[in-house]
């Protein structure tokens, strides 16, 4: 089934595009940002089989395992408010955990700002890095890091780290599972375009490892993460009784 957006005819969906795959690279986001910069349309995706400088969120590595993860990046130009954008790192979050938990039947929760785990134990991370060409909207480069068929975890990733393949006992088709979260991800992001945060909220809400825990969000504030406000920002209740909003800002590549 081809998706349609009113007024703008079919196009061809993410998930049917040919993906740039790549054997190794630094990074996908580095290379998205270059095609991005090349001027790619919104929906390419850079895709590789081992990273040699992935990165995580606040500047920490993103180790794999070659060729036994997803490792992807997508080039967005969404048409909404910069204010907006925070937002785009629980629309993916909402999409790759119900693509996963459709493809291998776990149960796949979000965790803010920007994991999924498995029984607590963290199966992907995204990253959202945005910038602003001179004199074009904002460009998003979406990465995703999924543990698919690893079976071990280094350094501080033991004991906090799992994949769909260790928790299922089976391995997974990379390649149907990357098709699926395309498929699924697009759907969720083309709704928050459409019809705003509204859906991803309830949807994060009702699939959220966060709520009512303790949690840390950095600067030494910790408390109980009560909820998710209405434009995405997380409300936790810290010990002195305070509401305290924390946004989850996309970094700059
Ligand atoms: C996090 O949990 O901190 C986010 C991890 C994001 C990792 C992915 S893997 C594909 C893309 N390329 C990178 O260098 N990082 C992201």
Redesign the pocket.
Known sequence: MRICVAGEGAFDRWATRPAMRLGEVD???IEARRLADGGAPEGTVVRAEH?T??????G?D?V?ERGSAL???IVLRPAVEVSRLPQLSLVAGVGVAEALAEASGLPVAVAWP??LLIRGL?VA???AESFTPAGAGPVVIL???INVNQTRFAGDLTGRATSLALEAGHPFDRARLLAAVLERLEAWYRRWVAEGFGPVREAWRRGSATLGRQVAVGDGIEGIAEDLAEDGALLLRTETGALVRRVATASAP
């Open positions: 990074s996908t986001q990273q400088r992935g990165r995580g969120r606040l920490r993103w794999d490792l992807i990046s920007n994991d963290k991370g995204i990253l990465g995703i890091g």
